[in-house]
């Protein structure tokens, strides 16, 4: 372990700026796939159920294997891999996502592709936060954020621009050659890595029961506590941005793709621009920004929606951007806190499962609002409530 960690730091002192750099890439690359494979399946229902002649309900359920083996089995994965082989264990996590993604592609019956989409789940969310301790790790002190923010970018513009691109392949070449899509990038990206990426610093060795520990560390679950209630309050909300803003008196403007696109293209910015900042500020003065941002673009969006169709752009730009910077300064806050312990990637891994498991929640709360046959303006405004709460649990853990 010791002389790994050594050859790092002796492979690190080598490399050049630009060679660092082009490693990132490569992990954002693989990051690009992973957001791809997370989404686009949820626009391929309707063709994969008609070519596996299943329903509609049952073609859903491959979304949900995926998501929960994401969630709940990648940080159980990431938990029990071997400390001493960080590297060989993030080439081998993105591995198994192409290969499951390619199998997938190929497959005709319906339990296998929802075997292999559980399979696809469990190697992004190890990969993702394998790769983010890696960005992290490759860049000299005090530039971390910059490497994570490349690889939460790389995962925005793979949602908000891999998605519709692989959807459009489907239209033209079927929902197979979606799958094909994503496991060639990722197949681009893993070949980088295995060329480029160096020795990654061993963490200390520990139990299971050592590692999970860390959820009784009050200031590890205060950091996952407001992802999330961020979470929630920001992918809940964007799972009924749809009916929400045909909601609006907008005399008959009915499609969501351009409102989609606005707060994607927000992701994208957010993700781009939160890397340097996060050189020029703390991690958690950083996070306060943001959860105030998040708050105050969600609780203007009901007003600024009603007053003019296009006044809505400018908070649904604020809020893609502030969702998706908010998990930069928040991953690098839980390394900072867990690296003298050595289960950092443990931490971002639950830190990932905290959005996911935001997300449905937030989803179950909007569906209750929804179905209480209320005015949708209090989706925004509980959302904004929410995330007020994520900021008042933040400034409190920071002023005890």
Partial sequence: MRSESHSCCRTHGK?????ASSIIVALALGAFTLGMASYMTAGLLVPIGASLQISLQAAAQLVTAFTLAYGLASPVAVALLPPHRQREVLTGALLILIAANAASAMVDDYRLLL????????????????????????LPAGQAGKGIAWIMGGMASGTVLGVPLSLWLADLQGWRAAFWLTAALGA????????????LPASHP?????????????????????????????????TFLAPFMRSMPFAGFSTVTLWLGIWGAGGICGSVLVGPLSTRLRATTLTRLIMTLLTLSLALLPVAAHLHLWLAAFPLFLWGAAGWALQVPQNHALLDVRKRYGDGNLAVALNESALYLGSAMGAIAGGLVV??????????VGAAAVAGSGLFVHWRSENR
């Fill in 115 to 138: 075997l292999l989409r559980a399979i696809a789940g469990t190697g992004a969310g190890v990969y993702l936060a394998l790769s983010i301790s890696a960005s992290a790790a490759l």
């Fill in 371 to 380: 179905g209480a046959d209320v005015s949708l303006w209090w989706l925004p």
């Fill in 188 to 199: 681009i990206a893993f070949i980088g890595l295995i060329l480029k990426l160096p020795a």
């Fill in 206 to 238: 520990s139990s299971l029961r050592q590692k999970m520990s860390l959820l009784t560390d009050r200031q590890t679950v205060k950091i996952l506590a407001v992802s999330l209630l961020a979470a929630i309050a920001s992918l809940g909300m964007y």
């Fill in 15 to 19: 490399h050049t700026h630009g060679r």
